[in-house]
């Protein structure tokens, strides 16, 4: 990976269960986001975290940033079968001209 | 749907042959990113463009080269084609320089035999 990878390569759950999956990075970064991908298609943007912020919540997603330990992680709660995709970190440099996405977490959520 | 426009979808070619993969960004966005995904490298970042011009390059080879037109579409010529070079080739747009938030194309699905 150019920058980041993330931790778990897959994950499988029950519908219900909490996901969590983890992103760490090597440089300073101005912000770093989250995407989801469904099977072979585009990416869709899901929340963006800067640099001086912790804690990040939007509906049943929750993202954090330690940026002491270059690391981010993305929590689902109380997963749904429509969550089954993969999700990739992106870490946006200060410059802003590159988005270093990570190799992906391959969620699967079990009816 | 995301607005970023990608033709063709899907195109299948033979090794030492050059392709041509278009990307009609959204309407208002001046930047544009193109992506390489391939089962054991992830997304690798190619290139992106601001309004016409090249503004940051990643692990583009020599033999792709890519440009954005005066209409703010971009095209990604990939030539003397590897079995490697199979892979979905997705495209992205952000309004400005400075982007928050990339919106991505449904990809071209590119295989080399």
New interface residues.
């Given amino acids: ?2 920058q980041g990878e993330e931790d778990p390569q897959a994950l499988s759950i029950q519908e219900g269960e909490n996901a969590t999956m983890n992103c760490s990075y090597k440089t300073s970064i101005n ?1 770093l ?1 989250w ?1 989801r991908q469904n099977s ?6 899901l929340i ?1 975290i800067r640099s001086n912020e912790r804690e990040k919540h939007s509906g049943r997603l929750r993202v954090t940033l330690d940026t002491s330990k270059k690391s981010s992680s993305l929590l689902i709660t109380a997963s749904r079968a429509a969550d089954t995709a993969s999700y ?1 970190c ?1 870490t ?1 440099l200060y ?10 977490t391959k969620l699967n959520v079990k009816p | 749907d ?1 607005g ?1 426009t990608q033709t063709p979808k899907h195109l299948i070619t033979a090794t030492g042959q050059r392709v041509t993969l278009r990307c009609s960004p959204r309407s208002g966005d001046l930047s544009v ?1 193109w ?1 390489q995904q391939s089962l054991d ?5 190619l290139i ?1 463009y601001y309004n016409g011009e090249e ?2 390059k ?2 583009i080879l020599e033999r792709f080269s890519a440009q954005q037109f005066p209409d703010l579409h971009s095209e990604l010529n990939l030539s003397s084609l590897e079995l490697g070079d199979s892979a ?1 080739y ?1 495209c ?1 747009s952000s309004e400005g ?11 071209t ?1 590119l295989s080399v035999l």
Avoid: D, M
Wanted: a positive charge.
């Fill in positions: 990976s150019q912000n986001q995407y072979g298609r585009g990416l869709v943007h963006l990739f992106a946006v410059n802003f001209n590159k988005f270093y996405f990570g190799s992906g | 995301s970023v990113y992506y490298q992830g997304l690798q970042f992106q503004r940051a990643g692990n979905l997705f992205a320089q400075r982007n928050e938030k990339l919106f991505f194309g449904s990809g699905q």
